[in-house]
C-alpha cells in the first residue's frame, strides 16, 4: 500500500539525474549588442555532448568575447575570453558546472593550442563539452569560477565589513586622538 506512493514521490528524484538537458551557449562579443548561438548541448548528470557548433566570426579587431548562457530566469551567465581562442586552430572546451540538482549553474570555457604534430589530417574546427559536477563539501573555495556579469565584469563583493572588522582598531585610534586634540584647543 505505502510502497506504490513512495515509488511516486521517489521516480522524480531518479529522474532529475538521468534527465536529458539541454542548453545554447553563446558567444557575444564585447562591440556586439546581442549574443550569437555557440552550440546547442545536450547534457545529464554525467556527461554532456555538442548536438550542433557554429563557429563564431568575429570582426577582426575584436578582441574580447563573452562566453555564457542565459537561466530559465532570464539572467545570464558566462566567462570572457579572448577572441583569438575561438579561432578554428584551438581545442575548445565548455565546461558545464552543475550543482547538486544536476542543474547547470555557470559555464567555463578553456583552450589549449592544437600540437603541430596533428597537423596532418585531424585539423578539424569543432568544440568539446565536458561536465563539472559539484559535490558537496569537497570544493575548495579556489575552484570557484569567477562570476562575470553580462558586462563582463567581475561582480563585485562588498567588503565594507570586513574592512571595519580588520581595521577597527585603527579607527577607533584615529577617534581617540580627534578628542585629546579637540581637548587640547578648548583649553
Ligand atoms: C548520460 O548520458 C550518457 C550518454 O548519453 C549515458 O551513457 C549515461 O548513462 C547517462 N547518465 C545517466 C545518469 O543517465
Redesign the pocket.
Known amino acids: 500500500m505505502l510502497l506504490p506512493i513512495l515509488l511516486v514521490f521517489l521516480a522524480p528524484l531518479a529522474l532529475s539525474?538521468?534527465t536529458?538537458r539541454s542548453v545554447d551557449v553563446f558567444a557575444w562579443p564585447l562591440s556586439a549588442s546581442k549574443p550569437t548561438t555557440l552550440a546547442h548541448i545536450t547534457y545529464?548528470?554525467?556527461?554532456a555532448?555538442v548536438q550542433n557548433y557554429i563557429a563564431p566570426h568575429f570582426a577582426a579587431d575584436e578582441e574580447v568575447v563573452r562566453i555564457g548562457f542565459y537561466h530559465p530566469s532570464g539572467s545570464w551567465s558566462g566567462v570572457a575570453s579572448a577572441a583569438s581562442n575561438l579561432a578554428a586552430n584551438t581545442h575548445k572546451t565548455v565546461q558545464l558546472y552543475l550543482n547538486t540538482d544536476h542543474d547547470l549553474y555557470h559555464v567555463g570555457f578553456k583552450v589549449s593550442p592544437v600540437a603541430s604534430s596533428s597537423k596532418s589530417g585531424n585539423s578539424k574546427d569543432g568544440l568539446n563539452v565536458e561536465v563539472v559536477r559539484l559535490r558537496p563539501g569537497q570544493m575548495p573555495p579556489l575552484s570557484k569560477p569567477v562570476q562575470l556579469n553580462a558586462q563582463g565584469k567581475v561582480e563585485e563583493k562588498p567588503v565594507e565589513k570586513s574592512f571595519v572588522q580588520k581595521y577597527w582598531w585603527a579607527i577607533v585610534g584615529v577617534l581617540v586622538v580627534q578628542i585629546v586634540v579637540a581637548a587640547m584647543g578648548k583649553d
Not at 44 to 47: A, I, P, Q, V, Y
Request: hydrophobic fraction near 10%; charge should be neutral.
Open positions: 539525474a538521468q536529458q545529464n548528470s554525467t556527461s555532448s
